[in-house]
């Protein structure tokens, strides 16, 4: 676990306390890897809050990020019992699967945080969850095999016109599934994008082409049905400091991806910056760490303003590079079933519109109550807490024009479109079955 702070951007911290282990107090020798209690890390944060008070040119905020192999009760009492965070949050630590439940999105809480010279300690917090989904499975294929695009013999366009005519008759079943791929491949292009953030691990895949084959029922069975692949992040702006001082700690908890099923380079290693959620807050530290080189004088110089913008980025670049993937892949789907159905209508296409309605289902119940959730908030009682950053939480619905993202409200209503565009296309299913069937 690592621990980034303004005047200390980049020293790695090992936390080993949670076990109650109190290792011995860094020495100048080992300052640069040391080794910390979360009391010693709290201590830091609050004397930092209280010096933040006395300053008029700059503030030391802080960044805690945790991320495990496993969550366990471990971790979690952590953040409960050391950071304060809600105790009501506690269900939703350990699992990466959220429900539509509005509360599960963004609440303001209070807890006690212990402390050894005052005991208990209010914690007054903005907690907010969110998921990196991705479509695995997509029953989208390629039916012409890659030797077939390096052939350059005269019978190519003949053998790849057979290849077309008999694949309705063929088993797919055993063509892999490289969806995790092509996920993690468009993380890496919306981060370079955004952040301009280089020398991320990336899997390398064939290059996909003519997606326009859809499996057969029992081939979708073999290989295993859709299903969303998620992963949960929860970030909680904590007032850790003084009275009087804005929040200065952002305490974000993850857990790590396995990406040894889709690269050799990944086999056996667990790295905190793999997956979506791993290289987006890798790509935003790599951002902030630019910012404090250069003294605030930045395009994203705000980061270093207030805890909340790197909260506001976290949530917006998160949804941005997954929820965008998510959708083009539904949108590939349905694309699919739509030109199948105009040439021939079959019991095929029927199992395909059912499928992907499900899945937009289920999307929608993970985007739709953030919308939800946000009318719910009594914002006027939280000032106190967010100061001038209380106006920028309507933005995570709205989206945002300064940093060029979008809100919530763009995919709930880009799964709407492809939702009433399936609908329609079920329609044009029933037409032309009925016809089929008339004209024999």
């Not at 990466?96 to 010279?117: C, H, I, Q, W, Y």
């Not at 399936?422 to 029933?430: A, N, S």
Request: glycine content about 6%.
């Amino acid at each position: 676990m690592q621990s980034y702070s303004g005047s200390g951007f980049g020293r790695n911290v090992i936390f080993r306390d949670y076990m109650e282990i109190y290792p011995e107090k860094p020495t100048p020798e080992n300052s640069s890897s040391c080794e910390l209690t979360f009391d010693d890390l709290i201590n830091l944060i609050k004397i930092d809050s209280q010096k933040n008070l006395k300053r008029t040119e700059q503030n030391i905020l802080w960044w805690v990020d945790l991320t495990c192999e496993e969550k366990s009760a471990g971790v979690v009492n952590v953040m409960m019992h050391k950071f304060g965070v809600p105790r009501e949050l506690e269900e939703s630590l350990y699992s990466n699967r959220l429900s539509a439940l509005p509360d599960e999105r963004l609440k303001f809480g209070v807890n006690t945080m212990r402390t050894a010279e005052k005991g208990d300690k209010p914690v007054r917090s903005f907690n907010v969850t969110i998921q990196s989904i991705w479509l695995k499975n997509l029953p989208v294929i390629q039916i012409q095999p890659n030797w077939i695009y390096g052939y350059t013999g005269r019978f190519k366009k003949w053998i790849m016109s057979l290849y077309v005519r008999f694949a309705p008759f063929l088993s797919y079943s055993h063509v892999p599934d490289q969806e995790k791929i092509g996920f993690i491949r468009h993380v890496a292009d919306c981060l370079y994008t955004h952040c301009h953030s280089t020398g991320l691990l990336v899997p390398s895949a064939a290059k996909r082409q003519h997606l326009d084959f859809l499996l057969k029922p029992t081939d979708v069975e073999k290989r295993g049905l859709p299903v969303f692949e998620a992963n949960t992040l929860s970030l909680h702006l904590l007032d850790l400091g003084a009275t009087g001082s804005a929040p200065n700690c952002l305490l974000t908890f993850s857990q790590i991806e396995d990406e040894s099923d889709i690269s050799p380079k990944f086999k056996g290693s667990v790295l905190p910056t793999s997956g979506a959620l791993g290289r987006t807050k890798h790509a935003i530290r790599s951002l902030l760490l630019n910012v404090i080189q250069a003294g605030g004088v930045s395009a994203a110089g705000h980061l270093v303003d207030s805890s909340f913008n790197i909260l506001h980025l976290l949530i917006h670049l998160t949804h941005e590079v997954t929820l965008s993937h998510m959708t083009s892949r539904m949108g590939v789907w349905m694309n699919a079933i739509e030109l199948g159905t105009k040439d021939l209508a079959t019991t095929k296409q029927y199992f395909h519109i059912r499928s992907l309605l499900d899945m937009i289902s289920v999307a929608s119940d993970y985007v739709n109550p953030f919308k939800t959730s946000l009318s719910g908030l009594n914002l006027e009682d939280e000032t106190t807490l967010l100061g001038k950053d209380i106006s920028k939480i309507s933005l995570l619905c709205e989206g945002d024009p300064h940093l060029d993202f979008k809100g919530v409200q763009h995919w709930e209503d880009r799964l709407q479109y492809i939702r009433s565009k399936t609908l329609d296309i079920k329609e044009e299913y029933r037409t032309k079955l009925d016809e089929q069937r008339n004209f024999w």
